[in-house]
């Protein structure tokens, strides 16, 4: 890579240019890309196991429905961005496969919500009202991203997590609205996810490799510009459910127009996510090796089909 074709590419992204996975591009925004999609795309795939587990156990017909298309959409998002990825790759010679298979030897990681439990039905609510909602604010940012494809998949993604993110609201309401029982279920589960969303967007301090996607713009806004965003757009909602926030810490400064708030124990779930230790982590990894091996032979039909039809063409 000479200096003039790195000041060339850099010159397309300042210009809002977006690189296409056929453009020449340096290896290390190559990586990066891969890095951010192939990690995007396996958090997709297992942000349908939480909810997954309350198919069979929701309240009504119309509950269980409306679950199952959202764990449908979730997996087929996971599919999208790794068929993204997987282009990404070509001349790295990594294949769909490999990017999944990597799940079961930690070679990826996925988002720390996916990794905790959901023991209520409180908690299917919240998952969809306050993780699909910071998703949402993520993945938003992420339209504006100096890789093309990634920014045009994202496009029908955030479409379909805002009806996500509906649902979710829809089952809070229902339970805010609901009994005393029911509404101390919610707050329990609200308490139970406010920490992990805090967590969700990333330390303060970017690592060098995140402060390197910022400089290629395939990020657009920094882990606390997310969370700021976060915080200002649940707190009110949440307030406004007749539920209390679980932070002692958290203000809002007029001046700064910044929340201050109880951080995370970033040691605690950093090494939950780096190590797969989480309360459900190797319970929903051991059921996706089990959904991903019992699957191979519709694979192999398939590549033995396409093989037949390209070799009698």
Known sequence: MSDLELQHFMDRIERGEKIESTDWMP????????????????SEVMGAYPEKEWVPKAPNLRRKLALIAKVQDEIGHGQLLLRVAEDAAKPLGKVRDDMITDLFVNKVKFHNVFHMEAPTWADAGIIGF???????ITQASLLES???PYARVLQRICAEESFHMQHGESVVLALAEGTAE??????????RWWPSMM?????????SGAQRMMDYKIRTRTN?????????RYVPRILALGLTVPDDKLAYNAETKLWTYTEPD???????VQHNAGPKSQARIELRRTAHEGQQWVRDAMLRARQTVEASA
């Open 27 to 42: 290896d290390d925004y190559r990586k990066l890309v891969i890095k951010q999609i192939h990690m995007h795309g396996i």
């Open 130 to 136: 306050l993780v699909d909602g910071g998703a949402i």
């Open 146 to 148: 100096s890789y093309g």
């Open 182 to 191: 029911q509404r101390e279920m919610l707050q329990a589960a609200v308490n």
């Open 199 to 207: 967590f969700f967007f990333g330390p303060t301090q970017m690592s």
């Open 224 to 232: 606390e510009e997310l969370r700021q965003k976060f915080i200002n």
């Open 266 to 272: 970033w040691e605690w779930f950093s090494y939950m």
